[in-house]
């Protein structure tokens, strides 16, 4: 590998495929581009689509993909908000196999939030956007493949289902309520998971995190960060 590599950064979400080329600092060489997320035919058409998506960027030298799900070691466990049967999958190793770089996966709320992190006290991570990502760090170290958003919100549906906080805060919730309707319920959110974790900060990234940016009613102790750092994280793969 070159002694100043160039890493293909992808973050796989449920609405959008993105990728940039990082230095090794971190820092993006290229604009971000996009492709739609497949949902049909996964996941043999996501590798699909990340290969069309690659050769749009150029020369790289190794790659680091965000996921939607837990991952293990580079293989899918899970993913709600993609179509098709991700237990199992080996994503880290098809995808070395079709880039023919080393390539390695992680939790895409996990990589957002080794981009945001100050490495300092308990840090939580929400991202906002097809569903409801997350993680947590302590002085810098993550707790890797948490999914808080999959815990009971203590709400319920009409047919007394219980709800997690992703059912009441996806995209597709944020579309059906209004803007403000959602943004209060995040805000309730926000103070559950305060009480919860004690967190020093909490970091909100993600599409729809831009509602709240400038918003004079959101904690001192919340931080709005650009959607692109679940990109700019995956240099963290490699440290």
Same mark, same amino acid.
């Given at each position: 590998?070159?002694?100043?590599?160039?890493?293909?950064?992808?973050?796989?979400?449920?609405?959008?495929?993105?990728?940039?080329?990082?230095?090794?600092?971190?820092?993006?060489?290229?604009?971000?581009?996009?492709?739609?997320?497949?949902?049909?035919?996964? /996941?043999?058409?996501?590798?699909?689509?990340?290969?069309?998506?690659?050769?749009?960027?150029?020369?790289?030298?190794?790659?680091?993909?965000? #996921?939607?799900?837990?991952?293990?070691?580079?293989?899918?466990?899970?993913?709600?908000?993609?179509?098709?049967?991700?237990?199992?999958?080996?994503?880290?190793?098809?995808?070395?196999?079709?880039?023919?770089? /080393?390539?390695?996966?992680?939790?895409?709320?996990?990589?957002?939030?080794?981009?945001?992190?100050?490495?300092?006290?308990?840090?939580?991570?929400?991202?906002?956007?097809?569903?409801?990502?997350?993680?947590? +760090?302590?002085?810098?170290?993550?707790?890797?493949?948490?999914?808080?958003?999959?815990? /009971?919100?203590?709400?319920?549906?009409?047919?007394?289902?219980?709800?997690?906080?992703?059912?009441?805060?996806?995209?597709?919730?944020?579309?059906?309520?209004?803007?403000?309707?959602?943004?209060?319920?995040?805000?309730?959110?926000?103070?559950? +998971?305060?009480?919860? #974790?004690? /967190?020093?900060?909490?970091?909100?990234?993600?599409?729809?995190?831009?509602?709240?940016v400038n918003d004079p009613n959101l904690p001192s102790r919340v931080t709005v960060v650009p959607n692109e750092t679940g990109l700019l994280g995956g240099i963290a793969l490699w440290k």
């Amino acid at each position: 590998m070159s002694p100043k590599p160039t890493t293909l950064a992808i973050d796989i979400g449920g609405t959008w495929l993105k990728a940039t080329l990082l230095d090794p600092k971190g820092e993006a060489l290229t604009p971000v581009q996009r492709l739609n997320t497949p949902t049909k035919e996964m /996941p043999t058409a996501l590798l699909k689509a990340l290969h069309a998506l690659s050769s749009k960027m150029g020369s790289f030298s190794r790659a680091s993909v965000g #996921f939607p799900g837990v991952v293990f070691d580079g293989v899918t466990q899970c993913a709600a908000n993609l179509e098709g049967d991700w237990k199992g999958f080996p994503l880290a190793q098809e995808l070395e196999d079709l880039l023919q770089v /080393p390539t390695r996966v992680a939790n895409d709320a996990d990589i957002q939030g080794l981009g945001a992190i100050q490495g300092q006290g308990v840090e939580l991570v929400l991202t906002l956007g097809t569903g409801l990502g997350s993680s947590l +760090f302590s002085e810098g170290r993550l707790l890797p493949n948490c999914e808080f958003g999959h815990l /009971p919100s203590g709400y319920r549906n009409e047919k007394n289902k219980a709800l997690s906080f992703e059912n009441r805060l996806s995209d597709q919730v944020l579309q059906s309520i209004g803007v403000e309707a959602w943004k209060d319920r995040v805000q309730e959110t926000l103070t559950i +998971f305060f009480s919860t #974790f004690n /967190p020093t900060r909490i970091y909100l990234g993600g599409g729809n995190a831009r509602f709240f940016v400038n918003d004079p009613n959101l904690p001192s102790r919340v931080t709005v960060v650009p959607n692109e750092t679940g990109l700019l994280g995956g240099i963290a793969l490699w440290k």
